[in-house]
Protein backbone atom coordinates (compact mmCIF):
# COMPACT_ATOMS: atom_id res chain seq x y z
CA UNK A 1 0.00 0.00 0.00
CA UNK A 2 1.87 3.52 -1.14
CA UNK A 3 1.82 5.86 1.80
CA UNK A 4 -0.59 9.18 1.23
CA UNK A 5 1.08 12.30 -1.47
CA UNK A 6 3.70 14.15 0.42
CA UNK A 7 3.29 17.45 -1.84
CA UNK A 8 5.40 19.51 0.10
CA UNK A 9 8.45 16.84 0.77
CA UNK A 10 8.41 16.29 -3.34
CA UNK A 11 8.40 20.04 -3.83
CA UNK A 12 11.43 20.25 -1.61
CA UNK A 13 12.91 17.48 -3.30
CA UNK A 14 12.46 19.37 -6.85
CA UNK A 15 14.39 22.48 -5.45
CA UNK A 16 17.69 20.44 -4.40
CA UNK A 17 17.58 19.00 -8.07
CA UNK A 18 17.06 22.44 -9.42
CA UNK A 19 19.81 23.25 -7.08
CA UNK A 20 21.82 20.50 -8.49
CA UNK A 21 21.25 22.02 -12.07
CA UNK A 22 22.25 25.17 -10.63
CA UNK A 23 25.71 24.69 -9.38
CA UNK A 24 26.07 22.58 -12.70
CA UNK A 25 25.76 25.72 -14.50
CA UNK A 26 27.69 28.15 -11.67
CA UNK A 27 30.21 25.95 -10.77
CA UNK A 28 31.50 25.36 -14.42
CA UNK A 29 31.12 28.86 -15.17
CA UNK A 30 33.69 29.54 -12.38
CA UNK A 31 36.58 26.68 -13.54
CA UNK A 32 36.23 27.47 -17.33
CA UNK A 33 39.62 29.93 -17.04
CA UNK A 34 41.35 26.58 -15.08
CA UNK A 35 39.91 24.41 -17.88
CA UNK A 36 41.56 26.02 -20.45
CA UNK A 37 44.89 26.56 -19.11
CA UNK A 38 44.93 22.83 -17.67
CA UNK A 39 43.71 21.26 -20.59
CA UNK A 40 44.82 23.94 -23.17
CA UNK A 41 41.12 24.57 -24.56
CA UNK A 42 40.22 27.15 -26.57
CA UNK A 43 37.27 29.38 -26.43
CA UNK A 44 35.76 27.50 -29.33
CA UNK A 45 36.35 24.21 -27.63
CA UNK A 46 35.33 25.77 -24.09
CA UNK A 47 32.14 26.59 -25.99
CA UNK A 48 31.57 23.60 -27.28
CA UNK A 49 31.82 21.48 -23.84
CA UNK A 50 29.07 24.13 -22.50
CA UNK A 51 26.84 23.45 -25.37
CA UNK A 52 26.85 19.78 -24.15
CA UNK A 53 25.49 21.07 -20.94
CA UNK A 54 22.39 22.99 -23.20
CA UNK A 55 22.37 20.36 -25.35
CA UNK A 56 21.73 17.29 -23.39
CA UNK A 57 18.93 19.49 -21.41
CA UNK A 58 16.35 19.76 -23.80
CA UNK A 59 16.86 15.67 -25.33
CA UNK A 60 15.94 14.81 -22.19
CA UNK A 61 13.54 17.32 -21.21
CA UNK A 62 11.44 17.31 -24.60
CA UNK A 63 11.85 12.83 -24.64
CA UNK A 64 10.33 13.42 -20.55
CA UNK A 65 7.75 15.48 -21.68
CA UNK A 66 6.37 13.37 -24.25
CA UNK A 67 6.81 10.52 -21.95
CA UNK A 68 5.42 11.62 -18.82
CA UNK A 69 1.79 10.57 -18.52
CA UNK A 70 3.48 6.99 -19.24
CA UNK A 71 6.49 7.10 -17.52
CA UNK A 72 5.33 9.08 -14.56
CA UNK A 73 7.84 11.79 -12.63
CA UNK A 74 9.46 8.85 -10.52
CA UNK A 75 11.01 7.17 -13.28
CA UNK A 76 12.09 10.27 -14.65
CA UNK A 77 13.80 11.77 -11.73
CA UNK A 78 15.61 8.10 -11.20
CA UNK A 79 16.86 8.71 -14.57
CA UNK A 80 17.66 11.96 -13.82
CA UNK A 81 20.10 10.92 -11.07
CA UNK A 82 21.81 8.11 -12.87
CA UNK A 83 22.51 10.77 -15.14
CA UNK A 84 23.63 13.58 -12.44
CA UNK A 85 25.89 10.93 -10.64
CA UNK A 86 27.97 9.60 -13.40
CA UNK A 87 28.52 12.87 -15.45
CA UNK A 88 29.42 14.44 -12.41
CA UNK A 89 31.96 11.93 -11.44
CA UNK A 90 32.99 11.42 -14.85
CA UNK A 91 33.66 15.08 -14.95
CA UNK A 92 35.48 14.68 -11.77
CA UNK A 93 38.46 12.35 -13.31
CA UNK A 94 38.11 13.62 -17.42
CA UNK A 95 41.69 14.32 -18.67
CA UNK A 96 40.59 15.28 -22.46
CA UNK A 97 38.42 17.23 -24.35
CA UNK A 98 36.33 14.50 -25.55
CA UNK A 99 35.80 13.05 -22.25
CA UNK A 100 34.60 16.42 -20.72
CA UNK A 101 31.76 16.76 -24.23
CA UNK A 102 30.33 13.09 -22.74
CA UNK A 103 30.40 13.50 -18.71
CA UNK A 104 29.14 17.68 -19.78
CA UNK A 105 26.10 16.32 -22.02
CA UNK A 106 25.23 13.40 -19.19
CA UNK A 107 24.70 15.85 -16.40
CA UNK A 108 22.91 18.74 -19.18
CA UNK A 109 20.73 15.22 -19.48
CA UNK A 110 19.87 14.69 -15.73
CA UNK A 111 18.94 18.84 -15.96
CA UNK A 112 16.63 18.34 -18.54
CA UNK A 113 15.20 15.07 -16.39
CA UNK A 114 14.65 17.24 -13.58
CA UNK A 115 12.75 19.98 -15.26
CA UNK A 116 10.62 17.63 -17.24
CA UNK A 117 9.22 15.67 -14.27
CA UNK A 118 9.27 18.56 -11.89
CA UNK A 119 7.43 20.96 -13.91
CA UNK A 120 4.19 19.18 -14.52
CA UNK A 121 4.47 17.07 -11.36
CA UNK A 122 4.45 20.76 -9.37
CA UNK A 123 1.30 21.40 -11.98
CA UNK A 124 -0.24 18.29 -10.53
CA UNK A 125 0.32 18.41 -7.16
CA UNK A 126 -0.84 22.41 -6.89
CA UNK A 127 -3.99 24.00 -8.45
CA UNK A 128 -5.21 28.11 -9.13
CA UNK A 129 -2.60 30.86 -7.82
CA UNK A 130 -0.96 28.11 -5.44
CA UNK A 131 0.32 26.30 -8.52
CA UNK A 132 1.67 29.76 -9.82
CA UNK A 133 3.36 31.02 -6.45
CA UNK A 134 5.25 27.36 -6.31
CA UNK A 135 6.32 27.53 -10.02
CA UNK A 136 7.99 30.92 -9.40
CA UNK A 137 9.35 29.64 -6.26
CA UNK A 138 10.78 26.83 -8.00
CA UNK A 139 12.21 28.04 -10.52
CA UNK A 140 13.97 31.31 -8.01
CA UNK A 141 16.15 28.18 -6.89
CA UNK A 142 18.29 27.72 -10.28
CA UNK A 143 19.35 31.68 -9.41
CA UNK A 144 19.20 30.80 -5.77
CA UNK A 145 21.33 27.53 -7.01
CA UNK A 146 23.67 29.99 -8.83
CA UNK A 147 24.26 32.38 -6.14
CA UNK A 148 25.47 29.75 -3.56
CA UNK A 149 27.39 27.71 -6.41
CA UNK A 150 29.45 31.16 -7.59
CA UNK A 151 30.61 31.92 -4.05
CA UNK A 152 31.61 28.41 -3.28
CA UNK A 153 33.33 28.60 -6.51
CA UNK A 154 35.31 31.22 -6.18
CA UNK A 155 35.91 30.58 -2.53
CA UNK A 156 37.33 27.01 -4.01
CA UNK A 157 39.06 29.23 -6.61
CA UNK A 158 40.67 31.83 -4.15
CA UNK A 159 42.04 29.21 -2.17
CA UNK A 160 43.74 27.76 -5.14
CA UNK A 161 41.82 24.28 -4.67
CA UNK A 162 41.82 22.25 -8.02
CA UNK A 163 38.74 22.34 -10.54
CA UNK A 164 37.93 18.92 -9.78
CA UNK A 165 37.28 19.77 -6.23
CA UNK A 166 34.20 22.25 -7.17
CA UNK A 167 32.86 19.76 -9.32
CA UNK A 168 32.56 17.05 -6.43
CA UNK A 169 30.27 20.18 -4.70
CA UNK A 170 27.56 19.46 -7.11
CA UNK A 171 27.43 16.08 -5.84
CA UNK A 172 25.89 17.65 -2.48
CA UNK A 173 22.51 18.51 -3.17
CA UNK A 174 22.39 15.19 -5.91
CA UNK A 175 22.46 13.69 -2.76
CA UNK A 176 19.88 15.30 -0.67
CA UNK A 177 17.14 15.12 -3.29
CA UNK A 178 17.99 11.45 -3.98
CA UNK A 179 17.36 10.78 -0.11
CA UNK A 180 14.09 13.56 -0.18
CA UNK A 181 12.66 11.40 -3.14
CA UNK A 182 13.25 7.89 -1.86
CA UNK A 183 10.14 6.09 -1.02
CA UNK A 184 7.45 8.80 -1.73
CA UNK A 185 4.68 8.69 -3.52
CA UNK A 186 4.09 10.69 -6.41
CA UNK A 187 1.01 12.20 -8.18
CA UNK A 188 -0.25 11.00 -10.93
CA UNK A 189 -0.82 13.02 -14.30
CA UNK A 190 -3.88 15.40 -13.71
CA UNK A 191 -5.26 15.13 -17.34
CA UNK A 192 -6.16 11.39 -17.73
CA UNK A 193 -6.84 11.29 -21.42
CA UNK A 194 -3.19 13.25 -21.99
CA UNK A 195 -1.94 11.66 -25.58
CA UNK A 196 1.32 13.05 -27.72
CA UNK A 197 -1.01 13.19 -30.81
CA UNK A 198 -3.37 16.08 -28.96
CA UNK A 199 -0.44 17.92 -27.40
CA UNK A 200 1.34 17.96 -30.94
CA UNK A 201 -2.08 19.37 -32.69
CA UNK A 202 -2.12 22.08 -29.93
CA UNK A 203 1.51 23.16 -30.01
CA UNK A 204 0.68 23.86 -34.13
CA UNK A 205 -1.34 27.16 -32.59
CA UNK A 206 0.39 30.18 -33.82
CA UNK A 207 0.63 31.55 -30.38
CA UNK A 208 2.47 28.74 -29.39
CA UNK A 209 4.80 28.98 -31.68
CA UNK A 210 5.05 32.73 -31.54
CA UNK A 211 6.30 31.92 -27.51
CA UNK A 212 8.47 28.83 -28.84
CA UNK A 213 10.55 31.67 -31.27
CA UNK A 214 10.78 33.89 -27.91
CA UNK A 215 11.89 31.18 -25.80
CA UNK A 216 15.07 31.13 -27.89
CA UNK A 217 15.79 34.37 -27.12
CA UNK A 218 14.44 35.07 -23.55
CA UNK A 219 16.95 31.65 -22.76
CA UNK A 220 19.80 33.01 -24.74
CA UNK A 221 19.60 36.31 -23.20
CA UNK A 222 19.61 34.76 -19.95
CA UNK A 223 22.20 32.05 -20.51
CA UNK A 224 24.67 33.59 -22.82
CA UNK A 225 26.20 36.46 -20.39
CA UNK A 226 25.94 34.09 -17.40
CA UNK A 227 27.86 30.94 -18.57
CA UNK A 228 30.45 32.89 -20.00
CA UNK A 229 31.15 35.62 -17.04
CA UNK A 230 33.94 34.23 -15.99
CA UNK A 231 36.49 35.18 -19.42
CA UNK A 232 33.76 37.77 -20.83
CA UNK A 233 34.51 39.70 -17.36
CA UNK A 234 37.81 38.78 -16.42
CA UNK A 235 39.67 41.85 -16.68
CA UNK A 236 37.23 44.56 -16.54
CA UNK A 237 38.08 45.54 -13.12
CA UNK A 238 35.17 43.27 -10.53
CA UNK A 239 35.28 39.75 -9.95
CA UNK A 240 33.22 38.03 -12.46
CA UNK A 241 31.73 35.60 -9.92
CA UNK A 242 30.75 37.96 -7.61
CA UNK A 243 28.78 39.59 -10.15
CA UNK A 244 26.92 36.42 -11.24
CA UNK A 245 26.11 35.65 -7.82
CA UNK A 246 24.41 39.46 -7.11
CA UNK A 247 22.83 39.16 -10.73
CA UNK A 248 21.19 35.28 -9.49
CA UNK A 249 20.71 36.58 -6.23
CA UNK A 250 18.32 39.14 -7.14
CA UNK A 251 16.55 36.90 -9.33
CA UNK A 252 15.59 34.70 -6.66
CA UNK A 253 14.36 37.37 -4.86
CA UNK A 254 12.50 38.93 -8.18
CA UNK A 255 10.94 35.10 -8.39
CA UNK A 256 10.01 34.80 -5.02
CA UNK A 257 7.85 37.90 -4.56
CA UNK A 258 7.08 37.71 -7.85
CA UNK A 259 3.05 36.92 -7.32
CA UNK A 260 1.81 40.73 -6.56
CA UNK A 261 4.22 41.58 -9.59
CA UNK A 262 2.15 39.67 -12.44
CA UNK A 263 -1.02 40.12 -10.51
CA UNK A 264 -0.60 43.85 -10.92
CA UNK A 265 1.43 44.17 -14.81
CA UNK A 266 0.14 40.69 -15.92
CA UNK A 267 2.58 38.32 -17.33
CA UNK A 268 3.08 39.94 -21.08
CA UNK A 269 3.45 43.07 -18.95
CA UNK A 270 5.99 41.49 -17.18
CA UNK A 271 7.77 40.03 -19.75
CA UNK A 272 7.95 43.25 -21.69
CA UNK A 273 9.36 45.31 -19.04
CA UNK A 274 12.11 42.40 -18.58
CA UNK A 275 13.08 42.96 -22.44
CA UNK A 276 13.45 46.37 -21.80
CA UNK A 277 15.74 46.01 -18.87
CA UNK A 278 17.85 43.44 -20.23
CA UNK A 279 18.68 45.65 -23.01
CA UNK A 280 19.79 48.31 -20.50
CA UNK A 281 21.48 45.60 -18.34
CA UNK A 282 23.69 44.24 -21.27
CA UNK A 283 24.60 47.68 -22.37
CA UNK A 284 25.75 48.83 -19.47
CA UNK A 285 27.90 45.34 -19.27
CA UNK A 286 29.55 45.93 -22.48
CA UNK A 287 30.58 49.69 -21.39
CA UNK A 288 31.57 50.32 -18.34
CA UNK A 289 34.13 48.70 -16.29
CA UNK A 290 35.10 48.60 -12.40
CA UNK A 291 32.56 48.66 -9.66
CA UNK A 292 30.13 50.09 -11.87
CA UNK A 293 29.59 46.53 -13.51
CA UNK A 294 27.89 46.31 -9.76
CA UNK A 295 25.18 48.63 -11.01
CA UNK A 296 24.46 47.01 -14.24
CA UNK A 297 24.30 43.61 -12.98
CA UNK A 298 21.79 45.26 -11.20
CA UNK A 299 19.77 46.40 -14.20
CA UNK A 300 20.78 43.27 -15.74
CA UNK A 301 19.20 41.00 -13.21
CA UNK A 302 15.82 42.72 -13.49
CA UNK A 303 15.83 42.18 -17.19
CA UNK A 304 16.10 38.34 -16.80
CA UNK A 305 14.64 37.77 -13.39
CA UNK A 306 11.58 36.78 -15.16
CA UNK A 307 11.95 35.27 -18.51
CA UNK A 308 11.97 31.61 -17.52
CA UNK A 309 8.97 31.14 -15.25
CA UNK A 310 6.44 33.63 -16.68
CA UNK A 311 7.37 31.67 -20.76
CA UNK A 312 6.23 28.77 -18.84
CA UNK A 313 3.66 30.02 -16.76
CA UNK A 314 1.89 31.78 -19.33
CA UNK A 315 2.04 28.64 -21.74
CA UNK A 316 0.89 26.48 -19.12
CA UNK A 317 -2.17 29.25 -18.29
CA UNK A 318 -2.99 30.47 -22.03
CA UNK A 319 -2.46 27.04 -23.83
CA UNK A 320 -3.04 24.28 -21.79
CA UNK A 321 -4.37 21.41 -23.80
CA UNK A 322 -0.46 21.33 -24.81
CA UNK A 323 0.46 19.52 -21.71
CA UNK A 324 3.42 18.82 -20.23
CA UNK A 325 4.42 18.34 -23.57
CA UNK A 326 4.18 21.73 -24.38
CA UNK A 327 5.59 22.74 -21.63
CA UNK A 328 8.56 20.59 -21.91
CA UNK A 329 9.51 21.37 -25.41
CA UNK A 330 9.06 24.81 -24.82
CA UNK A 331 12.01 24.58 -22.19
CA UNK A 332 13.61 22.60 -24.61
CA UNK A 333 13.61 25.02 -27.35
CA UNK A 334 14.69 27.22 -24.77
CA UNK A 335 18.00 25.08 -23.92
CA UNK A 336 18.57 24.29 -27.57
CA UNK A 337 18.93 28.00 -28.16
CA UNK A 338 21.83 27.97 -25.50
CA UNK A 339 23.33 25.07 -26.85
CA UNK A 340 23.75 26.27 -30.56
CA UNK A 341 24.88 29.57 -29.39
CA UNK A 342 27.86 28.71 -27.32
CA UNK A 343 30.13 28.15 -29.47
CA UNK A 344 29.12 31.12 -31.63
CA UNK A 345 30.06 32.58 -28.20
CA UNK A 346 33.21 31.35 -27.87
CA UNK A 347 33.82 32.37 -31.85
CA UNK A 348 33.03 35.97 -31.12
CA UNK A 349 35.51 36.24 -27.80
CA UNK A 350 38.36 34.67 -29.67
CA UNK A 351 37.75 36.83 -33.28
CA UNK A 352 37.26 39.91 -31.44
CA UNK A 353 40.46 39.31 -29.45
CA UNK A 354 42.00 39.28 -32.71
CA UNK A 355 40.29 42.70 -33.64
CA UNK A 356 41.53 44.28 -30.55
CA UNK A 357 45.05 43.05 -31.30
CA UNK A 358 45.02 44.30 -34.73
CA UNK A 359 44.13 47.51 -33.22
CA UNK A 360 47.30 47.58 -31.09
CA UNK A 361 45.73 46.46 -27.71
CA UNK A 362 47.55 43.61 -26.13
CA UNK A 363 47.19 41.57 -22.59
CA UNK A 364 44.59 43.22 -20.53
CA UNK A 365 43.49 45.59 -22.41
CA UNK A 366 43.06 43.38 -25.49
CA UNK A 367 40.48 40.72 -23.09
CA UNK A 368 38.50 43.50 -21.90
CA UNK A 369 37.96 44.92 -25.21
CA UNK A 370 37.27 41.40 -26.13
CA UNK A 371 34.88 40.56 -23.44
CA UNK A 372 32.75 44.00 -24.38
CA UNK A 373 32.30 43.43 -27.74
CA UNK A 374 30.96 39.98 -27.55
CA UNK A 375 28.10 41.22 -25.17
CA UNK A 376 27.32 44.38 -27.85
CA UNK A 377 26.92 41.40 -29.92
CA UNK A 378 24.31 39.69 -27.78
CA UNK A 379 22.14 43.34 -27.09
CA UNK A 380 20.54 41.95 -30.32
CA UNK A 381 18.31 39.51 -28.56
CA UNK A 382 16.79 41.53 -26.19
CA UNK A 383 16.44 44.14 -28.72
CA UNK A 384 14.22 41.71 -30.59
CA UNK A 385 11.93 40.54 -27.78
CA UNK A 386 11.08 44.30 -27.24
CA UNK A 387 9.34 44.43 -30.34
CA UNK A 388 8.23 40.63 -30.38
CA UNK A 389 7.09 40.96 -26.43
CA UNK A 390 5.42 44.52 -27.19
CA UNK A 391 3.24 43.31 -30.23
CA UNK A 392 1.93 40.69 -27.73
CA UNK A 393 1.08 43.08 -25.22
CA UNK A 394 -1.21 45.44 -27.14
CA UNK A 395 -2.48 41.90 -29.14
CA UNK A 396 -3.40 40.12 -26.09
CA UNK A 397 -5.44 42.97 -24.60
CA UNK A 398 -7.83 42.70 -27.42
CA UNK A 399 -10.32 39.73 -26.96
CA UNK A 400 -11.00 39.43 -30.32
CA UNK A 401 -7.36 39.94 -32.11
CA UNK A 402 -6.45 37.47 -28.92
CA UNK A 403 -9.30 34.80 -29.81
CA UNK A 404 -7.29 33.99 -33.42
CA UNK A 405 -4.86 32.30 -31.38
CA UNK A 406 -7.07 29.85 -29.64
CA UNK A 407 -7.50 26.45 -30.92
Known sequence: MSQPLNANRLFLASCFALITTAFSFSIRAGILVQLGTELNLDPVQLGTINSMWFLGFPISMILGGIFYAKMGPKLIMQIALVAHAI???TTIYASSYNVLLISTLLIGLGNGCTEAACNPMIADSYTGN????????????????IVLGSLISKFMTDASLPWQAQIWVILIPTIIYAVLFFGQSFPKPRVAG?????????MLNPLYLFMAACMALTAISEFGPQQWVGPILAKAGASPMLILALVTGLMAVGRFFAGPLIKQ??????????????????????????????????????????FWP????FVGEKLPETGALGLSIMGGIGMFSSSMFQPVIGGWIQSNKVVAESQGMVGDAADLA??????????????ILIVAFTILYFTTRKAKAFNIFRT
Open 87 to 89: GII
Open 130 to 145: EFHSKLNRFHMWFPGG
Open 194 to 202: DNTLANFKA
Open 265 to 306: LNTVGVLLGSAIFGVIGIYMLSTMSGSMLYVAAIFYALGICY
Open 310 to 313: NMLG
Open 370 to 383: AGQATLSNMLLFPA
